[in-house]
């Protein structure tokens, strides 16, 4: 399976920041010289007898998560930051499911970020909804369990949009409009159950 994507860049910085010891530090730099496969992979694994470790679990999963904050640090996720996503969860063997069970509030921290980009504007247009299922799709995530973990956002423009409103002004009218699209999806966003740390 060939990169969909040049990953080089982000796993370059990772390595610079984090340096390259360790089995981790190693998939990093084989990630940053183009010179990682699925067989690869699984040869890194068998070696260090990493099959069943949660702790390598994780931190694989946290190398893709690096991986996408650093794409996105001045963009929107698209649809070439999902594939590259979907060829790292190849490589890595992830299965559906893992970054909600084993990365909520990290996971949770990066879709916050890519929610406030685009509720700036108080409103979501058909194109960045198209980019939350893109999101929900990349990371295996049910429409519940995205709306769970973008919670904060939700809950703080919307109270941002009722102080507006209240405030009243030439856009209050405006204000109500968005205010009305954006409640029913809160509500259902904060009805989902809190299991994801106490920040949550």
């Known amino acids: 399976m060939d990169e969909p994507y040049d990953l080089r860049p982000a796993f370059q910085h990772f390595v610079q920041t984090f340096g390259s010891r360790g089995t981790i530090g190693g998939i990093a730099q084989q990630l940053a010289d183009g010179a990682l496969d699925a067989q690869q992979m699984d040869a890194i694994?068998?070696?260090?007898?990493?099959?069943?470790?949660?702790?390598?679990?994780k931190d694989l999963l946290d190398l893709i998560l690096y991986y996408t904050r650093h794409s996105?640090?001045?963009?929107?996720?698209?649809?070439?930051?999902?594939a590259a996503v979907k060829w790292l969860k190849a490589v890595f063997r992830v299965q559906?499911?893992?970054?909600?069970?084993?990365?909520?509030?990290?996971?949770?921290?990066?879709?916050?970020?890519?929610?406030?980009?685009?509720?700036?504007?108080y409103e979501i247009d058909e194109l960045e909804d198209l980019q939350q299922v893109v999101l929900q799709r990349a990371f295996d995530l049910s429409y519940d369990q995205y709306l769970a973990l973008n919670r904060v956002t939700l809950e703080r423009v919307v109270l941002d949009l009722q102080d507006l409103v209240e405030r009243g002004g030439g856009d209050a009218e405006l204000r109500r409009k968005q205010l009305a699209a954006l409640i029913p999806i809160q509500r259902l966003a904060s009805s989902q159950k809190r299991t994801l740390g106490a920040r949550f």
């Open 45 to 57: 694994v068998a070696r260090d007898g990493t099959q069943n470790a949660l702790w390598f679990r």
């Open 72 to 82: 996105t640090e001045r963009a929107s996720f698209s649809s070439r930051q999902e």
């Open 96 to 121: 559906e499911g893992e970054f909600f069970i084993h990365r909520p509030a990290e996971l949770s921290d990066l879709l916050n970020t890519q929610m406030d980009r685009m509720l700036h504007d």
